[in-house]
C-alpha cells in the first residue's frame, strides 16, 4: 500500500495598506454609545447623555425606518451639536442617537473607476459596488513637506492653451477662476477626456442635479467616465453631505496615488464648498467675518489642498474650479485660493462672449511650475504671445475706434496682425483633444512668424493663422 505525504502551507495574508487599515480597526467601535434628541435649532440639533468627539458619526432613530446620519461639529457645554449629514425627517425631543464611528466608513479601488457614488461611498449609478474594494481613512493627514519631490515633469491636459502657455506639471495644484455660466464644466470635461493621468476623480459638490447626467454623458463621456470616479453631493443635500463628498473624492484620489498612479482630481467647486463649512459653522456659533464666513472656513481651505500634490509613490494633480462672486476674482475664497495653489487659470466672461472656447484670459492666469517645466524656447515663446496679447489689449481702445494709425508703434503693428493667430490659437472645440507636443510645436512656429505690416491705406489686412494637428499655416483674411 503506498502511502501519499501531503505538505501544507501556511501564509500569513498580506494587507494593502496596512497603516489606514489598522486605524479603522482601532478607531471601530465594540460597544453602543448613545444618548437622545435634547433640542433643534434650525439646521443644528442638540443631544443630551451621549460624548462624542468632533467629526463623529452618529445615527439618529436606529431602530426606526426613517434614520439618518448626523455628524458632530461643535459642542453647546457639554452638549455635542450635530448637522444632518441626510434630507432629516421627523425628529422629536427624546428620540434615540446613537454613535456609529469616528469617521466615515469608505472603501476605494482601481474597480471602483467607471462608478458614480455619494458622499458616503455608497453606489447611486444602480449598480452594486465590486468586492475588491479596500478601506481607506477620508481624515488621513497632508503628506510631510519634505517628504514632496519637486514637480519636474510636466502633464498633458488635452487643452491647448493651458499646455503650452500655462504648462501644468505632474502633482501642481491650480484653481479655475470664474463667474456663473462663463464655462467651468466644459472645461472640466475637456481636462477629463484630455488628460494623460492614470486615474481621474471627480468632485461634484453643490451642483444642480440636472447637471451630473449631463456632465456625464457630454463633457466627460463613456471614454472619460471609463478612468473616472464620480463623486456626487448636489445642492440640495445637507451641507455636512457636501463637505464630506470633497474628503471622499479626496481619499480615493490618496489611495490611488499610494498605488503609485498619477492622478487628475477635479473639483467643482471649492466656493460652494465654502459655503457648506459657512452653514455648518454659523450653526456650531462661530462669529461670521468676512462676507459672513468664519474662521473655520479659512482653515478648512488649506486642508482640502494640501492633500494633493507629489510623493515619493505617485502625485494627484489637482484643478479646484471657484465660482467668483460678481466675477470678482478678489473676492474673499478665490484670494485665499491664489495664495493656497500652485496657479491659476482666469475664465473671462467678455472672452466668452466673444465665442472664444474655452476662453482663458491668458494676461490673468498663470502657472508657478511652467519655467521648471518646458524648455527654454518654449518659454520663450510664450513670453512673445503672452507680449502680442497685452499689447493688444492695452491699445484695444484706440483700435477698435480706428484711432490708431498704421506704423505709428511696430509693436502694436505686430499685435494687431497677430491678432487673430493667437485667437485662433487660443480657440479650441469642447470635443476636441490637442496633443501636447503639437500644442508646444505649434506655439513655436507662432511666435517666428514674422507679422506682416499692414498696407498703407488698407489697415484691414492681416495675417491669420489655422492651427490644426499642430501646424500653423498663414493666410491673409481681412479683420
Known sequence: MTSTTFQYSLETPKIHLPGPVAELIGETITFEI???????RGDSIELDGITAPVGAICEISPNSPDRRLVKVIGFQGVRPIVAPMETMGAISAGDKVRLLSRNIALRSGASLCGRVIDAFGRPIDGKPLPDDLIPVDTRRQPPESLDRPPIDAAIQTGVRAIDSLLTCGNGQRLGIFAGSGVGKSTLLGMLARGSSADRIVICMVGERGREVQEFIQRCLGEEGLRRSVVVVATSDRPAAQRIAATWTATAIAESFRDDGQNVLLLVDSVTRLAMAQRELGLAAGEPPTTRGYPPSVFNLLPQVVERAGRTSLGSITAFYTVLVEGDDNNEPIADTLRGLLDGHIVLNRELAAQAQWPPIDVLQSLSRLQPHLVSRETLNSASIARRHLSVYQKNADLISIGAYRNGSDPSVDAAISMREPMKLFLSQDANEVAPMEQ?????????????????????GQVQAAQVSAGQVQTAQMPA
Request: proline fraction near 14%; avoid cysteine.
Open 34 to 40: 448613545s444618548g437622545r434628541v435634547a433640542a433643534v
Open 439 to 459: 500644442s508646444l510645436a505649434a506655439l513655436n512656429v507662432l511666435a517666428t512668424m514674422q507679422p506682416k505690416a499692414p498696407a498703407p491705406g488698407n489697415p
